[in-house]
């Protein structure tokens, strides 16, 4: 089995943990946030992303897997606890928007060196 895997089996069981101890304590309403894009963080691009530092792709491609099984984690757990509001905040849509199209979202300097 792959170490990647391995380590995001680990991690459900643990956020699974986490939540029950959590609604155990009298939480009813949580919010989780998903991974952004970490392709497009400046040490990903800078050691990935070639000479024009691009997003590399298979770092966002993780994080957009990740995120996509911390969803579905979220809704199954939101059925098996009564009275809970579960709400997966997504971090990675909002941030790859605002580095792919800077000036949509005032930034008018695209790279310093």
């Not at 459900?12 to 989780?32: D, E, K, P």
Request: glycine letters at 10%.
């Amino acid at each position: 089995m792959h170490l990647l895997y391995k380590n995001l089996l680990k991690f459900f069981v643990l956020f699974m943990f986490v939540m029950q101890t959590l609604y155990g304590m009298g939480a009813r309403r949580i919010g989780v946030f998903g991974v952004p894009a970490i392709g497009c963080v400046p040490s990903q691009r800078t050691m990935g992303g070639g000479l024009d530092r691009a997003c590399v792709a298979s770092s966002n491609e993780a994080a957009m897997l990740f995120n996509s099984k911390l969803s579905s984690q979220m809704d199954a757990l939101g059925k098996k606890l009564p009275d809970t509001r579960l709400v997966y905040l997504d971090s990675y849509h909002g941030l790859l928007k605002m580095i792919t199209n800077p000036a949509k979202y005032g930034n008018t300097i695209n790279h310093i060196y």
